[in-house]
């Protein structure tokens, strides 16, 4: 049978040796796998400790974000409340923050700092399932929006902390990659949304004085 030459039993042959080498004998009891580790040069891997573990945590406060606008998105569409512009201003923000989380996983896998190195088993992987809205229920849209440009302030001076980490860590040594990218993917974006966040929250605020709860009605339609 092993001298046959058809070619699918010599496939199958080639899989079942493949697999006896790197998953140990077959028996009754499900293989388990072990790969050889690839030995890949670390010299290219630049991010110094501080830098990485801050950008690392960063990722869960983009996470957290996203998961409060969401919770402030499904308030805002439900039966009771009934405000879809507001609800859909803020499904939106959900979903740019959630991209702001995976542009920050993106570039440390670019610099080779994704790892399962045992100093970072729970500053990322660990901690991206377990966060959760900083709340779930606002008294009134213009209470949403501030806290919303709260939220957003807060996540301003984490961006800010990671530069300051990555410009002038202990070691002296300046990642300006980094910093150059933060500074021209996040923080000019961080500043148009704080000022229109407050230029939202000075309207809103202007037409609920003028008009009370009719104020807030009028101006969730111009969010559609």
Partial sequence: MLCSNNSNMKQTIFIL???VTFCGTLGT???TCTLPVALIPKEWKTMVHDCTIKMREQVNTEIEASMTYLAMGSHFLQDNVNRPGFAKFFL?????ERQHALKLLEYLL????LTQD?????STWTLMGTQRPKATVWDSAEDALK?????????????RDIIVACEEPENKYNDYHV???LTGEFLDEQYKGQRDLA???STLSKMMKAHGALGEFLYDKTLL
């Fill in 179 to 181: 910093v150059d990218w």
């Fill in 147 to 159: 806290a919303a440009l709260q939220l957003e302030t807060s996540v301003t001076k984490n961006i």
């Fill in 17 to 19: 040796c493949f697999a």
């Fill in 92 to 96: 939106d923000s959900a979903s740019e």
């Fill in 110 to 113: 670019m610099r080779g700092e």
């Fill in 118 to 122: 045992p100093e970072f088993k729970n």
């Fill in 199 to 201: 230029g939202k929250i």
């Fill in 29 to 31: 009891q499900p293989p």
